[in-house]
């Protein structure tokens, strides 16, 4: 690793905090698939996503990642920030009037590190499709990596999705499945289960990987797996996480998908989670 | 008059500007022969994306070649163009500003045969609510091939509405087309047509039978429904007091509608609208369907006469 795992859990321990501030503090948003996310959020941005601050909008020479479940905003803002794409004291400014940390991803108030609007599920791997073929057009070898929720793999345009890079062989394109198993109804396999999801995915022709999100020596030795294969396959790499990951109270459980804590659950998660890098 | 389908000035443009820009790239979802974009896929095989009967997915990724600093052109009909993939045009490229043309073709009653399920006369409604696109329609294949090379040239999303039928070619290869600049084609002081896409032809006929029983016609053709142009359409209201808009498409939603919101806070003037009264189409023939569903020549004529 580029960066040591003691670094890692620092940056993981400070951006929870980072996402259930920012929740608490306009008692909005969606902290239980961000916790969830966050080891997978700071691993790509401090230790495998090769990019420039402030980045080419077009992507060129750099990977490019999309954030399809743009949901879990918080955890990409705070990585985002963190690592330098804005300044840390914008957090503040999330979810209120005239900001840049919209709900949801956005470009039209220009923040940098993002290229799309996300949120209504189910778009983002197309559009990291057209970049990576707009990639293989331009002669550039990096790679585009795509976050998807597992319940946002109910929507049809995901599967129009996989099977034309599947059969387009777009082997420079990584889909990430944040398998939480929840959604905002229950558990993803009562609401509308995908029984065999690799074997899915495999069957329309992606090389497949399948890793515990919530741990970063996994994480990066899948990562490192999936960069040294050869094939020639789109690659996706189905992520076990927790929702809620990081804070007791809200592990594991639908209801935190999208509420925020009281002052008294902020206190409790914010002990569970040390201040390591300092706050916003 | 020759008769040309609109489409194929779409097709043929497109595949010139192929040869001039290596960032024109196109992708169709199943329909290359019917949107004219054979010649495209051909000459550009690696800059051309079929992506199958998947016109969500062709919208996304359009988004992402445009991200990439591509110029995407999208073909499928006007149908699977608008209603089919309204939210990934909402949130992937207008709200998310993608350099993304969405070319449409079949719009409207005179696609003919296919009946109903194709020939959607709600599309110019969806495009224009999108903050930030701009709706364009032009009306014969010299003109479809002009407003092809312009949303080219202009930078932002762009719905292009053309069609299926052999229509007269009357304007000329070598007309000035501007986006959001009305074009005259008639100079007259008693009633304005304002018309677009192929009701421009229609009120070009109704023109000249409504001069010769003495009502002087001014006719612009409103090749551009978003930006509406407001001056020229003002100007021509304040001249004729009488403004008459022809389109093939619901009269809700459409351009007689943009017209109407135009007038009545700046200029309130008498209107009268031609155009599908909150109805679906149905089988038959270009000019049958036209004329069955209150679209013909003489339908133009009727309500020209019947202004006070």
């Known amino acids: 690793m580029n960066v040591s795992l003691q670094q890692l859990n620092k940056i993981a321990s400070q951006t929870r905090r980072d996402i259930v501030r920012m929740v608490h503090a306009v008692q909005s948003g969606h902290p239980g698939g961000s916790l969830g996310c966050t080891e997978i959020l700071v691993y790509l941005f401090n230790n495998y996503l090769k990019y420039r601050i402030p980045n080419h909008q077009n992507g060129e020479g750099e990977d490019v990642f999309i954030l399809s479940n743009g949901h879990i905003s918080p955890v990409f803002y705070s990585v985002l920030a963190r690592v330098g794409f804005f300044e840390l004291d914008e957090l503040n400014t999330f979810r209120k009037l005239n900001s840049r940390l919209q709900g949801h991803p956005a470009v039209k108030e220009k923040l940098p590190g993002v290229r799309v609007a996300t949120g209504s599920l189910g778009q983002g791997l197309s559009v990291g499709i057209g970049i990576a073929e707009g990639k293989k057009l331009n002669n550039d070898n990096r790679q585009t990596v795509v976050l998807m929720g597992d319940g946002e793999l109910q929507e049809g345009q995901c599967w129009e999705a996989i099977m034309y890079a599947g059969h387009n062989k777009l082997h420079k394109l990584l889909a990430i499945v944040d398998f939480n198993g929840q959604q905002i109804d229950g558990a993803t396999k009562e609401i509308m289960g995908f029984n065999e999801l690799k074997s899915k995915f495999a069957s329309f022709a992606w090389e497949t990987y399948e890793m515990d999100g919530n741990n970063f020596e996994e994480i990066h030795r899948t990562f490192e797996e999936q960069k040294s294969s050869d094939g020639n396959k789109p690659r996706v790499i189905i992520m076990k996480t927790e929702m809620g990951n990081g804070v007791d109270f809200m592990m594991g459980s639908h209801k935190w998908h999208g509420i925020a804590p009281n002052d008294e659950q902020l206190e409790q998660a914010l002990q569970q989670n040390p201040e390591t890098l300092g706050d916003y | ?308």
């Open chain 2, 1 to 308: 008059m020759e008769q040309k389908d609109t489409r194929s000035g779409f097709g043929d443009a497109l595949y010139e500007l192929g040869q001039e820009d290596e960032k024109v790239v196109a992708l169709c979802a199943d329909l290359t022969g019917s949107l004219k974009m054979t010649k495209f896929k051909d000459a550009f095989p690696n800059r051309f994306f079929q992506v199958g009967i998947a016109e969500q997915n062709m919208m996304g990724i359009a988004s992402g070649l445009a991200t990439s600093g591509f110029i995407p052109f999208t073909g499928t009909f006007a149908n699977f163009s608008t209603g089919r993939v309204y939210d990934q045009i909402r949130q992937s490229i207008a709200y998310s500003e993608k350099n993304v043309k969405i070319c449409a073709s079949h719009a409207g009653l005179t696609l003919g045969e296919d009946g109903a399920t194709h020939q959607i006369l709600e599309d110019i409604g969806l495009m224009k609510m999108l903050p930030g696109m701009t709706v364009v329609n032009p009306c014969d294949y010299n003109q479809t091939k002009l407003a092809t090379k312009a949303i080219y040239k202009h930078i932002g999303p762009v719905y292009l509405r053309f069609g299926r039928p052999k229509w007269p070619i009357f304007t000329k290869e070598t007309d000035e087309f501007v986006i959001g600049k009305a074009q005259k084609l008639a100079e007259g002081t008693d009633v304005t047509i304002l018309a677009t896409g192929h009701m421009v032809w229609q009120s070009l006929q109704s023109v000249e039978i409504l001069e010769k029983e003495g009502i002087s016609v001014e006719l612009l053709n409103i090749h551009t429904i978003k930006p509406l142009d407001k001056v020229a359409i003002l100007n021509s209201a304040k001249k004729t007091g009488r403004v008459l808009v022809a389109e093939e498409h619901q009269k809700s939603g459409g351009l007689g509608e943009s017209v109407a919101s135009l007038l009545s806070q700046n200029y309130p003037t008498k209107m009268k609208l031609v155009g599908v009264n909150d109805s679906f189409g149905e089988s038959g023939k270009p000019l049958e369907l036209l004329e069955k569903y209150g679209l013909s020549v003489s339908d133009i004529i009727q309500k020209v006469r019947s202004f006070d």
